[in-house]
């Protein structure tokens, strides 16, 4: 079984100051983990991907995350918030156990992120 | 103009009636997904199928149905069973030849009168 837990619900930043959006996750086997990003009432595009090749990963819009085994984290960051970087963001594990289960994903609850000008 | 497409983007179901939601893609992937968004859940996985005229049930699945009679389509019913359907509902592919990565559409918002 995998699960993932968003620490924060809500994340509130000044423009111009660092983002960190934190997730913990649980798998039985080696990890692919994402970070997804929803604008209010729309899909979710991919930020970043990690598929056990380089531990930090860079996404896209200045965003990058670090697979950290020992402390089964996998945190996004940003060095400075944009206003546009207000949404909802979800950490999500990949379940590759084979079979009819393979690519299913299982989401955080998402942490929403507040940019103040 | 590439990509996956929900429809309606709003839509309302009265009491004991059953509603369809349509999802279209023309990524030709084979892998197709229905999820339900509620405020503060995440998402949670409905129903998925691998391929065509195959599909199997998610976490959820319970008042909902699926077809795949084509690899472009897959759509959701949501029956008068599902006594909580008001909710957004995305639809995700997948490519077999792409890793795991899904693509998801703009979303349905189902609202019950």
């Known amino acids: 079984a995998q699960s993932v837990t968003q620490l924060d619900s809500h994340v509130s930043v000044s423009e111009g100051t660092p983002v960190l959006l934190r997730c913990n996750y649980s798998s039985s086997y080696s990890p692919s983990l994402f970070w997804y990003v929803q604008h209010p009432n729309k899909g979710l595009q991919l930020l970043l991907k990690y598929t056990s090749a380089a531990t930090l990963v860079k996404g896209i819009n200045g965003f990058e995350a670090e697979f950290k085994k020992s402390e089964t984290s996998f945190n996004l960051t940003k060095p400075s918030a944009h206003m546009s970087d207000a949404a909802e963001y979800f950490c999500v594990v990949s379940d590759r156990s084979g079979g009819t289960s393979y690519g299913k994903l299982t989401f955080g609850q998402g942490t929403i992120l507040t940019v103040h000008p | 103009d590439g990509g996956i497409t929900q429809s309606p983007k709003y839509l309302f179901r009265k009491e004991g009636q059953n509603v369809t939601l349509s999802c279209e893609q023309n990524?030709?992937?084979?892998?197709m997904y229905w999820y339900r968004q509620d405020p503060g859940q995440g998402l949670r996985l409905i129903y998925y199928s691998q391929i065509v005229n195959d599909f199997q049930k998610g976490d959820i699945a319970e008042g909902y149905s699926v077809s795949r009679e084509k690899k472009e389509s897959f759509p959701l019913t949501v029956t008068s069973a599902q006594k909580n359907p008001t909710a957004f509902y995305l639809c995700?592919?997948?490519?077999?030849?792409?890793?795991?990565?899904?693509?998801f559409g703009p979303g349905t918002r189902l609202l019950v009168l």
């Open positions: 990524l030709n992937h084979d892998a």
């Open positions: 995700a592919t997948r490519s077999q030849g792409g890793g795991e990565t899904q693509y």
